[in-house]
């Protein structure tokens, strides 16, 4: 069973960047569309953004577009957002999910993935 491991997290002041990753222990991702989440405190799990298998299909939630980039390692197997500009609002655990597709249609929703990560910490304070 693919076991995704989030990393790179950590706190951060605000205008800084982080580089999270996404990996499956024992498994490549290049086979799996990957999403991207965050749920703040008090809030509803976030879709940030997705990949397909190719990399060639991405999202952005509108909050984060232009900020953060997602990407494929293909030589790694893994799948990073870089995060940029980050800002306070952008506090939040961060998951990402897998499903073994080419690409997922609602991407953000959160609904077609089979496997999440258990999350890293992302705080963005002075």
């Known amino acids: 069973q693919l076991q995704l491991v989030e990393s790179g997290g950590g706190l951060v002041q605000p205008g800084g960047s982080l580089r999270l990753s996404c990996a499956a222990s024992?498994?490549?991702?290049?086979?799996?569309?990957i999403g991207w989440f965050r749920r703040a405190p008090g809030k509803e799990r976030e879709g940030v953004s997705c990949?397909?298998?190719?990399?060639?299909?991405?999202n952005y939630a509108d909050s984060v577009k232009g900020r953060f980039t997602i990407s494929r390692d293909n030589a790694k197997g893994t799948v990073d957002l870089q995060m940029n500009s980050l800002k306070p609002e952008d506090t939040a655990i961060y998951y990402c999910?897998?499903?073994?597709?080419?690409?997922?249609?609602?991407?953000?929703?959160?609904?077609?993935?089979?496997?999440w990560g258990q999350g890293t910490r992302v705080t963005v304070s002075s």
């Open positions: 024992g498994f490549t991702l290049n086979y799996y569309a």
């Open positions: 990949i397909s298998v190719s990399g060639g299909s991405t």
């Open positions: 999910a897998a499903v073994h597709r080419v690409v997922v249609g609602a991407c953000l929703d959160g609904i077609e993935y089979d496997e």
